[in-house]
C-alpha cells in the first residue's frame, strides 16, 4: 500500500549549521511531496512543496530535492536557527489528493 | 496563519459517545481534507470533501462520517467512541486550480476517558 517513509526521527545541530531529513515514498503514481512545520501545541504548517515534473526546488534557506527513480526527496535547511526547531514532516500524494505523512523528524537546533 | 479554522478546541468525551467537530475552511476553498493526528505521530486521511461529497477515504472505520455544507464548511463525526481515538483531528482546506497544496486549522484535541 502507500507508504513514506522519514528519516531520522530526530536530529540535534548546532546553529548555523545545515540539517537534512530524508523521505521515500512507494506510490509510483506519487506527484506531489509537501513538507510541513509544527510547533509543539500548533498546527502543520506548509513550508515548501515540490511536484513531480521538477527536482529542485528553493526558498531562502531551504531547499527540496526529488529522485523520481529512487522513489525519494529530500528537504535541506541551510543555516538553521533556533526557531527552525520543531517537528517536520514529508508527505507525498498522487491524484486523489490523500497526503500520505512521514512518522516525523524532531530538529533541534542548539544555539 | 492561514483562516482554516476549527471548533472546539479541546473537548473530553466518554467512551461510547458520540462526537461532532467543525471545520470552516479559507474563503474560496472548496475542498476539505479530514486528518487524525495520534501523539508523536504524523497525521492520518480520513476522508475528503469536495463540492459537498466525499472524495476518497482513508483506512478509518464507517462510526467515522463527515459532511461538507454549501459554503464548503465542513463536519467530522465520530460514533461509539474509543479510547484510541483520542488524537489532534485536523482537517485542511484547498484552493481550487492549486492541485494538492492544503492548508490546516489548528485542530481539535479530542481527548476520550
Known amino acids: 500500500g502507500e507508504n513514506v517513509e522519514q528519516h531520522p526521527s530526530t536530529l540535534s545541530v548546532q546553529e548555523g549549521d545545515s540539517a537534512v531529513i530524508k523521505c521515500t515514498y512507494s506510490d509510483s503514481a506519487s506527484n506531489y511531496f509537501p513538507w510541513y512545520k509544527q510547533e509543539l501545541g500548533k498546527r502543520p504548517q506548509l513550508i515548501i512543496d515540490?511536484?513531480?515534473?521538477?527536482g529542485e526546488k528553493k526558498d531562502q534557506r531551504i531547499a527540496v530535492t526529488l529522485n523520481k527513480t529512487a522513489k525519494h526527496f529530500s528537504l535541506h535547511i541551510t543555516e538553521t536557527q533556533p526557531e527552525d526547531s520543531a517537528v517536520y514532516f514529508c508527505a507525498g500524494s498522487g491524484n486523489t489528493g490523500k497526503l500520505i505523512f512521514g512518522q516525523g523528524t524532531t530538529l533541534q537546533v542548539k544555539p | 496563519e492561514t483562516g482554516v479554522t476549527q471548533s472546539p478546541t479541546h473537548l473530553i468525551k466518554t467512551r461510547g459517545q458520540q462526537v461532532t467537530l467543525r471545520c470552516s475552511s479559507q474563503s474560496g476553498h472548496n475542498t476539505v481534507s479530514w486528518y487524525q493526528q495520534a501523539l508523536g505521530q504524523g497525521p492520518q486521511f480520513i476522508f475528503q470533501y469536495y463540492r459537498e461529497e466525499e472524495n476518497g477515504r482513508g483506512n478509518f472505520p464507517p462510526r467515522f462520517s463527515g459532511l461538507q455544507f454549501p459554503n464548503y464548511s465542513s463536519e467530522l463525526n465520530v460514533n461509539a467512541l474509543e479510547l484510541d481515538d483520542s488524537a489532534l483531528y485536523l482537517c485542511a482546506s484547498s484552493l481550487p486550480g492549486t492541485g494538492d497544496e492544503q492548508y490546516f486549522g489548528p485542530g481539535t484535541r479530542l481527548t476520550v476517558t
Open positions: 515540490i511536484r513531480s515534473n521538477v
